[in-house]
C-alpha cells in the first residue's frame, strides 16, 4: 500500500514542480513592433469631423416612415465635402434607401478585396431623458477632455476615423493592392431589420462575385482591465463570432370563464410550470477553444498567483466551466442562454385565461441552431399540451479564425498601440452587421481601437454618450495601419 501512496505523493510533487517551473516562464512573447506613433495623423481634425457628425441625427426608427431620410441625406453630404480626396477617388454607390458603398480600387484586380464596416445610425435619446445629459446628445460638445453626444462610441467615432485613416492614405499617396470597400449601413440598431442596409450590401457585392479576404466592423472593445496586485492591462477584445437569438412562444389554451369558479390549475398556473420547465434544463455548457486562448492570455499578464493557476488552464477546464457558470456575465459565454422574457393571461383580474402565454429569448453559442433550441423544448416541457411557436431568430454565425491573416494584423496592431494589450478573442453576445458579411467573407472580425473604460462603454444607446479625445487619433493610426497591412498582397 505504502509503495502507492509513494507513488502518488511522487507524482503530485512533480507535477506542483514543473507548475511552478511553468508558472515562470508562462509569459508573453516579446516583439519588437514599429510605434504605430509614426502614422501621421491630425487629430484635431479628427475629432472635429466626430463633432460635426454627431450633430447631424441620423436616427433609425423600425417604423421607416418615423425615419428622417433628410439628416441621413445630410451625413452623405458632410462626408462629400469633409473628404474631398474620397469623393474624388472612390465610387460610390447608394444602396438600399441609405447605406453607402464606396469601393477604393487597388492596383491588383486578381487580390481578394477587404472591406471596413460601420453604421450610420444612431439610437434615438429615450424621451424624457433629454435634460439628463451632461451636454445635449445631438451637440458634439468638447469638453477638452471627451467629446459628447449620441453616436459618440457607437459609432461615428469608428466611421469617421475610418474616413480620416482613408483620406490621411490618399493625401500620402497610398494606393491599395487589393480593393477596399467601405460599407455603411443605415439601420444596424433597428434589431431584427428585415431589409438590413448591410444585408443588401453584402447580397450586392454577392452578385457581382465579390469574396472578401477580411472584414472589420465595431463589436469588440479596447477595455481597461485593472484588477489589484493581479493585473494591470487593456483587454483587447476582437470579436469573432456573434451568438444566435431566438424567441419561441410557448402558449396553454384553456376554457376560461369567471374567475369565481376556478379550476385547480388555470392555463396562467400550467404554463408557470412548463416556464419552471424549460428554466429548470438549462443548455450544457462548452468552453470553446477561444475562451482558453483568452483566459491563458490573460493569465500571460498577471501576477504569479494567477499565473500558478492559470498556465494549467487545460487541465482545470472543468473547475473553470463550474465557476463560469454560476456568474451570468460569465455564464453566456460558455451556454446557450434561456430567458423567459414576457407573459400574458387574461385581460383582466376576474377573468380566467382563454390562452396564456410567455415568450422565451434564447442566445445560442455557435454550433446549437434554431431547430435545436424547438426540439430543446419539446423534450423538456412535460406538459404536451403547451404549445410552442417559433416566432423569430437568427443562427449564430461561424467562428472566424484566430490564425488568420485579418485577426493576426488586428491583434499585432493593438500590441503596437498599446504594449499591455491583452489579446481577447471573444463571442459577440448582441448582434452586428458584420454577420450578414459572412455570405462573402471567412475572416470576419469585430473590434473598435479606441481605449474606453467599462462605465464609457455603458453610456453607449445611454445618456452621457461621450468618448475620451485622446483615444481619437490613435484609432485613425490603427485604421491607417491596418489598411497599409491588409491592402496589399503579403
Ligand atoms: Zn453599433
Not at 410557448?250 to 408557470?272: R, W, Y
Not at 456568474?327 to 387574461?346: F, K, L, Y
Request: with cysteine; glycine share 6%.
Amino acid at each position: 500500500m505504502s509503495w502507492l501512496v509513494h507513488g502518488v505523493l511522487a507524482i503530485l510533487m512533480l507535477f506542483v514542480v514543473v507548475t511552478i517551473i511553468r508558472a515562470a516562464f508562462f509569459k508573453e512573447k516579446k516583439h519588437d513592433y514599429p510605434a504605430l506613433a509614426d502614422e501621421n495623423v491630425d487629430e484635431t481634425r479628427a475629432i472635429e469631423s466626430i463633432a460635426q457628425a454627431i450633430r447631424i441625427p441620423t436616427i433609425s426608427y423600425p417604423e421607416n416612415d418615423k425615419v428622417d431620410w433628410e439628416e441621413f441625406a445630410r451625413f452623405r453630404d458632410f462626408l462629400a465635402e469633409r473628404y474631398p480626396l474620397i469623393t474624388q477617388n472612390l465610387e460610390r454607390e447608394i444602396v438600399a434607401d441609405a447605406s453607402v458603398l464606396y469601393r477604393w480600387k487597388g492596383a491588383n484586380p486578381a487580390l481578394d478585396p477587404i472591406a471596413m464596416l460601420s453604421h450610420q445610425d444612431v439610437v434615438p435619446v429615450t424621451p424624457g431623458t433629454e435634460d439628463d445629459w451632461e451636454h445635449p446628445a445631438f451637440s458634439g460638445y468638447n469638453d477638452g477632455n471627451f467629446l459628447w453626444g449620441r453616436g459618440a462610441l457607437d459609432m461615428k467615432n469608428h466611421l469617421i476615423c475610418v474616413m480620416e485613416a482613408v483620406e490621411t492614405l490618399l493625401v500620402e499617396g497610398f494606393v491599395p493592392e487589393r480593393d477596399v470597400y467601405l460599407c455603411f449601413g443605415h439601420d444596424e440598431e433597428v434589431v431584427g431589420s428585415e431589409n438590413a442596409g448591410a444585408l443588401a450590401i453584402a447580397k450586392l457585392l454577392q452578385s457581382r462575385g465579390v469574396c472578401l479576404a477580411g472584414v472589420l466592423d465595431e463589436g469588440g472593445a479596447w477595455l481597461k482591465a485593472t484588477v489589484p496586485h493581479v493585473m494591470d492591462a487593456w483587454l483587447a477584445g476582437i470579436g469573432i463570432s456573434e451568438k444566435g437569438y431566438a424567441d419561441f412562444e410557448i402558449a396553454v389554451n384553456a376554457k376560461g370563464g369567471h374567475s369565481s369558479a376556478p379550476p385547480n390549475h388555470s392555463a396562467l398556473g400550467q404554463l408557470a410550470v412548463a416556464i419552471r420547465d424549460v428554466e429548470k434544463h438549462q443548455f450544457k455548457t462548452k468552453l470553446f477553444p477561444f475562451l482558453i486562448q483568452l483566459i491563458e492570455n490573460v493569465g500571460r499578464v498577471s501576477s504569479y498567483p494567477v499565473k500558478l493557476l492559470l498556465c494549467n488552464t487545460r487541465l482545470i477546464k472543468p473547475v473553470i466551466r463550474a465557476i463560469m457558470k454560476r456568474i451570468p456575465m460569465a455564464a453566456c459565454m460558455v451556454r446557450t442562454t434561456t430567458a423567459a422574457t414576457m407573459a400574458q393571461g387574461s385581460p383582466a383580474c376576474n377573468v380566467l385565461p382563454q390562452r396564456a402565454s410567455a415568450i422565451f429569448n434564447f442566445r445560442m453559442l455557435p454550433g446549437t441552431t434554431i431547430e435545436d433550441v424547438e426540439k430543446h423544448l419539446h423534450k423538456i416541457i412535460r406538459n404536451k399540451e403547451v404549445e410552442i411557436n417559433f416566432v423569430k431568430g437568427k443562427e449564430a454565425s461561424p467562428f472566424s479564425s484566430t490564425e488568420s491573416r485579418a485577426f493576426n494584423t488586428i491583434a499585432r496592431l493593438c500590441k503596437q498601440m498599446n504594449d499591455k494589450s491583452i489579446i481577447a478573442p471573444y463571442l459577440v453576445m448582441g448582434g452586428t452587421d458584420a454577420c450578414f458579411y459572412e455570405i462573402i467573407c471567412e475572416s470576419v472580425n469585430r473590434f473598435s481601437p479606441f481605449e474606453v473604460t467599462a462605465e464609457l462603454m455603458g453610456t453607449t444607446h445611454a445618456t452621457n454618450e461621450r468618448i475620451p479625445i485622446a483615444t481619437v487619433g490613435k484609432g485613425v493610426a490603427f485604421f491607417k495601419r491596418y489598411l497599409r497591412e491588409m491592402a496589399s498582397e503579403e
